[in-house]
C-alpha cells in the first residue's frame, strides 16, 4: 500500500481543513505566505535532493510505500506534500497568534496607517 | 564527518536564512513565547507521524550520514528537522511580509544593517511635506514576548 502517499495527501487535506476551518488565520489569502512557500519550494529542491539523492542517501525510501515518482532528481514527490503540511500549518498557527500581538501584527496594518505621510520607498 | 552529513545540512538551513531575522527584521527568534507556541503542535503531530512511519518502516536512515543519537527510535537529526523547517518558513514569511508591506528600502533600514545605509531623505524637494521618521533600529517597538 502506498502509505506515504496516502499519509501526505491526508497530511495536506487535514492542515487546509484546519486552516480554513479552525485557525483562519487568513494565509491563503496572504501573498507573503505563496511567497514564502515559494521560497521554501525553492531551497528544497538541493536540500531534499541531498537528503535522498540515490547514489548515498541520507534517507532511504521503502519503494513499496510511495508513487516511487521522484521530482528534481531524487525527492519522492511526497516530500513536497509534507513540506507544504509541516510549513502551512506553522505559517497559519503563527499568523492566527500574531493577532493578539500588538507588535507583530503583519500584513494587516500597511505602513501608511502606523506611520502617516510615509509612502514607501 | 560523514556521519554529521544530515546534522550539516540542517545547521546550513539556520545559516542561510539567519540574515532574514536582523536584516530583513523578521523578528521570529525575538518573539520566542509566539515561536514557541507554533512550534509545539507541528512538531509534535509531524513527530508523531515520524514516529509511526519509521516503526512501519516506510523510512530508514543510513548509518554512515547520520550520528546515531536517537530518542526512542527517532533520530535527533529528525527531531532538528522538525524544528528547522517550520523556522524557514517563518523567517521567509515574516522578511516576504516585510518588504511586501514596507519595501525593501524601509525595511532594511529597520533591519541590523540600517544603521549602514545614508539616513531616508528629508521629504522630496516639496516645501511643506513632511517626511515622517523611519525609526531608527534602536527605538523599534519594543518586543511582545507572549
Known amino acids: ?83 507544504f503540511a509541516l510549513m502551512t500549518l506553522a505559517l497559519s498557527i503563527w499568523v492566527r497568534l500574531g493577532r493578539n500581538d500588538p507588535a507583530g501584527v503583519h500584513g494587516s496594518t500597511p505602513a501608511a496607517e502606523r506611520t502617516p505621510e510615509v509612502t514607501g520607498a | 564527518m560523514d556521519r554529521y552529513q544530515y546534522l550539516i545540512v540542517m545547521a546550513l538551513c539556520v545559516l542561510v536564512t539567519l540574515p532574514l531575522e536582523f536584516v530583513l527584521n523578521a523578528r521570529v527568534y525575538r518573539r520566542p513565547g509566539r515561536l514557541l507556541r507554533t512550534m509545539v503542535p507541528a512538531f509534535g503531530a509531524f513527530v508523531l507521524w515520524d514516529v509511526v512511519a519509521i516503526r512501519l518502516g516506510h523510512w530508514t536512515f543510513s548509518p554512515e550520514y547520520t550520528t546515531g543519537w536517537k530518542v526512542g527510535n527517532i533520530p535527533v537529526e529528525e527531531l532538528v528537522f522538525f524544528v528547522v523547517i517550520p523556522l524557514c518558513a517563518l523567517l521567509s514569511y515574516e522578511a516576504g511580509s516585510n518588504i511586501l508591506r514596507d519595501g525593501w528600502v524601509a525595511t532594511l533600514r529597520a533591519g541590523s544593517l540600517g544603521r549602514f545605509l545614508t539616513p531616508a531623505p528629508p521629504s522630496g524637494g516639496a516645501a511643506g511635506a513632511t517626511s515622517a521618521p523611519v525609526p531608527a533600529p534602536g527605538t523599534a517597538p519594543t518586543e511582545e514576548l507572549v
Open chain 1, 1 to 83: 500500500m502506498p502509505w506515504y502517499t496516502i499519509m501526505t495527501l491526508v497530511a495536506m487535506a487535514a492542515v487546509v481543513a484546519l486552516e480554513l476551518l479552525v485557525v483562519r488565520s487568513g494565509i491563503f489569502r496572504s501573498p507573503a505566505y505563496w511567497i514564502a512557500l515559494g521560497i521554501c519550494f525553492l531551497f528544497q529542491i538541493p536540500v531534499d535532493g541531498w537528503l535522498t539523492k540515490l547514489s548515498s542517501p541520507i534517507v532511504i525510501y521503502n519503494s513499496e510505500v510511495f508513487s516511487d515518482i521522484r521530482i528534481f532528481w531524487s525527492s519522492p514527490i511526497e516530500d513536497w506534500g509534507f513540506g
